[in-house]
C-alpha cells in the first residue's frame, strides 16, 4: 500500500473520482452534500488520493468520513470505483511475482484491501478478488476472508429464492456475520470478470442483508437503497 500512497497524485485520479461523484449525487441525491463537502476538501487538499486507501481492513480512512460526513461504505464504494484503473495499472508489473501458496490472508497482497468477490476457477480452486486494485489470489474453501474463522460449521451458503442460477451463490460468514459472492467458472465458463459479475447481481445482495450479513464495500445499488 505503500507504493500506491507515494504513486498517486489527485490529478492523475481526480477527473475519474470526480466523475463517479457525479454520478453517485444522481444515483441518490440524499448523499449530494456529503459529495460536496469531499469535494471541496479534496480541492483544498485535506481528502487526497492516499486517503482513500485501506487502511485496518477497511477502505478509504476515517478521515473520509469525518471530512465529508459520508458513510463507510459510501467512502469505500468512491474509493473503488474511483482508484480502480490507476491501482490496476500500478499493480500490473507486480501481479508475476505472488507465487501460488505464498499469501493466506484474507487482505489484497497488493494493496490491502479487504476481498469483493470469490472466483472458483477450473481445477475447483478458490480466489479472492480484489476490486480496488484487479487483484486476485489463494485462499482456503473453508475459511472465512475476513475474521479468519475456519470449518464448515462457521459457513453459509445462501441464494435466492428466486433465482437459483447455476454456479452463483454467496458464502456468509455465521461468527462475523460477513458475506461474499462468488461464481464457480467451471459452470459458469463464460462469466465476467470478478467486478462486473459482482456489481451485476444485486439480488444476492439483497438475499444476504435481509438476513442479516454485511459485506466491507457496497456497490451503488446497495447505496441507492439505503438512501
Known amino acids: 500500500m505503500q507504493v500506491a500512497a507515494e ?26 452534500a456529503g459529495l460536496q463537502r469531499l469535494a471541496q476538501a479534496w480541492d483544498a487538499g485535506v481528502v487526497t488520493p492516499a486517503m482513500l486507501l485501506p487502511e485496518r481492513g477497511r477502505i478509504a480512512a476515517d478521515a473520509v468520513v469525518r471530512a465529508s460526513g459520508l458513510s463507510a461504505d459510501a467512502a ?7 482508484l480502480r484503473p490507476a491501482l490496476e495499472a500500478l499493480y500490473a508489473p507486480l501481479r508475476e511475482h505472488l507465487v501460488e501458496g505464498a499469501w493466506s490472508l484474507g487482505v489484497c497482497p ?16 478458490r480466489r479472492l478478488a480484489c476490486h480496488l486494485c484487479g487483484g486476485a489470489w489463494g485462499f482456503a474453501k473453508l475459511r472465512c476472508p475476513f ?12 441464494t435466492p429464492e428466486e433465482a437459483r442460477e447455476e454456479g452463483y451463490l454467496v458464502s456468509a460468514c455465521r461468527e462475523c456475520r ?50
Open 7 to 32: 504513486a498517486l497524485r489527485a490529478p492523475d485520479v481526480e477527473d475519474l473520482v470526480g466523475a463517479v461523484m457525479e454520478a453517485v449525487a444522481r444515483a441518490e441525491p440524499s448523499l449530494g
Open 76 to 82: 469505500g464504494f468512491l474509493a473503488v470505483a474511483g
Open 110 to 125: 497488493f494493496c490491502g484491501s479487504p476481498p469483493g468477490f470469490i472466483d472458483v476457477i477450473e481445477d475447483g480452486r
Open 147 to 158: 475474521c479468519g474463522v475456519d470449518g464448515a460449521q462457521h459457513l453459509v451458503r445462501l
Open 178 to 227: 460477513a458475506y461474499i459472492k462468488e461464481v464457480d467458472r467451471r459452470v459458469r465458463w463464460n462469466a465476467g470478470p470478478a467486478l462486473v459479475e459482482d456489481w451485476g447481481s444485486p439480488h444476492f445482495d439483497l438475499v444476504a442483508h435481509r438476513q442479516g450479513y454485511w459485506r466491507p464495500v457496497p456497490s451503488i445499488v446497495q447505496l441507492t437503497a439505503r438512501g
